[in-house]
């Protein structure tokens, strides 16, 4: 039974941070051989119980729940950082020229490699990726997760119309395809399918149904898709679907709204758009870096909060501009003061770093109906955790050395950290070790 020694983060029901300075973690197989958390709290506590046996003493160093990404294009590694006007141009000019290359099965297991590590080099331990419309890319994207024994939901892209050859499907092979891969990986080890229309104006009204009948057959697995990203799009949206009152309800007319579905960047909504998503328990993927990056608006955190909607953070990379979730809190902190203050007249709006920290980690997890499973450390969650170095980088030992609270010490992370402070990324597997480090 493995133990270790350090500080320890992790999180009350209610996201509450709970944090001890010299904290216990002990975890051992379950029935499957996983390994899941046994106990978690304060040495002082444990230790008569826990710290008996070997222990893994780990001075200076935070345990803390691995990351969890909400919405991350895996092939778009390579298109990161590409200049575009804004969305739809980033689009045709980047995006879809570079998928055409995932019809090759090579190139597909080529990416995917690079793809698991960095993820896991930069903490994100679970993810909801987009693969493209190839089943080739779904498949090597699932086996690489699986060689990791990483938590990993994805699925084909559905785009039958609006997109370049090379990248536009079938209508019906392309549900075929898709049922196909749900039979074939859905719930096999840690992975999960997600039906995954790519957004609204680039599926037919038939291939949108065809989604929601798959949705309505495999209850279980996830949906994903984009919505209200940019007003271009909105417009477009509203041109091809004249008969639904909101582009968000077009997925909910073709019955891709329920729980366990995930709507990335839900910028520009109204208030009965929140409404359905929180009746209906679909969910918001919020992408701060990429929407800075593309200009296409901030998601609006207090009618989120003020409704009653749920939504976690998300690195949407390749229009995100990095892997890493220091970055993405960062954005996101940002995003929040913008969106109220700057725009809107409002008084600003500051999340807290227990708020960020939550909502990238058990908020996200919670999202995606893995509340319990993973984001956490609390008895009965996978075991998959980072452990960080908060004396990483010159700037970031001075800073944090003078943190005078638990906030002032997670902000100080978010603020100045990045994969520098993420010194070792451990997943939950039968033979326990780390993945990353």
């Known amino acids: 039974m493995p133990v270790f020694r350090s500080a320890l983060l992790r999180f009350a029901d209610d996201g509450t941070a709970l944090y001890d300075a010299d904290g216990l973690l002990a975890v051992g197989p379950d029935t499957q051989g996983r390994q899941r958390v ?12 826990f710290g008996c046996g070997p222990v893994e003493h780990l001075p200076g160093r935070i345990i803390a729940p691995g990351f969890v990404d909400m919405h991350i294009h895996f092939p778009q590694t390579d298109v990161i950082g590409s200049p575009a006007d804004g969305l739809l141009p980033w ?3 980047y995006t879809f020229p570079h998928e055409k290359r995932f019809a090759a099965p090579e190139y597909s297991a080529q990416v995917a490699q ?3 590590a960095e993820l896991l080099r930069n903490g994100v331990t679970t993810a909801l990726a987009f693969a493209t419309s ?3 890319s779904v498949e090597a994207l699932f086996r690489e997760a699986q060689r990791h024994q990483m938590r990993l939901i994805t699925g084909k892209v559905l785009q039958d119309r609006h997109s370049p050859d090379g990248v536009r499907d079938d209508t019906a092979q392309s549900l075929i395809d898709t049922e196909a891969l749900i039979r074939r990986w859905h719930g096999v080890d840690r992975l999960g399918y997600a039906i995954t229309p790519r957004f609204a104006p680039t599926s037919t009204p038939a291939q949108l149904r065809g989604a929601g009948e798959l949705a309505a057959r495999y209850p279980d697995v996830w949906i994903q898709s984009h919505v209200a990203e940019n007003l271009d799009e909105i417009r477009w949206a509203r041109e091809l679907f004249p008969a639904s009152r909101s ?7 073709f019955g ?13 909504l109204d208030e009965l758009d929140r409404a359905l998503l929180r009746d209906t328990g ?6 701060p870096t990429s929407n800075l990056f593309l200009g296409s608006g901030f998601f609006d955190y207090a009618e989120a909060d003020r409704v009653g909607m749920r939504y976690g953070l998300a690195s949407d990379v390749g229009g995100g501009t990095s892997f890493s979730p220091f970055h993405t809190m960062l954005a996101a902190y940002c995003v929040g003061r913008a969106t109220v203050e700057g725009l809107q007249g409002k008084r600003g709006l500051s999340l807290s770093p227990q708020h960020l920290w939550w909502q990238h980690t058990a908020g996200a997890a919670r999202a995606l109906g893995l509340a319990g499973v993973v984001g956490n450390l609390q008895p ?5 955790f980072v452990v960080l170095n908060p004396q990483a980088t010159p700037l970031l030992a001075r800073r944090t050395a003078q943190a005078g609270s638990l906030d002032e010490l997670l902000f100080a992370m978010i603020v100045l950290g990045d994969d520098r402070l993420v010194e070792k990324t451990v997943i939950s597997q039968a033979k326990y070790g780390s993945c990353a480090g």
């Open 38 to 49: 046994l106990a978690a709290g304060a040495w002082s506590d444990l230790a008569p119980r």
């Open 91 to 93: 689009l045709e000019n």
């Open 114 to 116: 690079f793809f698991v």
């Open 134 to 136: 190839h089943p080739a």
């Open 247 to 253: 582009y968000l309800s077009v997925y909910g007319d």
């Open 256 to 268: 891709l709204l329920r729980e366990r579905a995930v709507y990335a960047h839900c910028i520009h």
């Open 282 to 287: 679909a969910v918001a993927a919020v992408s």
């Open 380 to 384: 009965g969650c996978e075991a998959d």
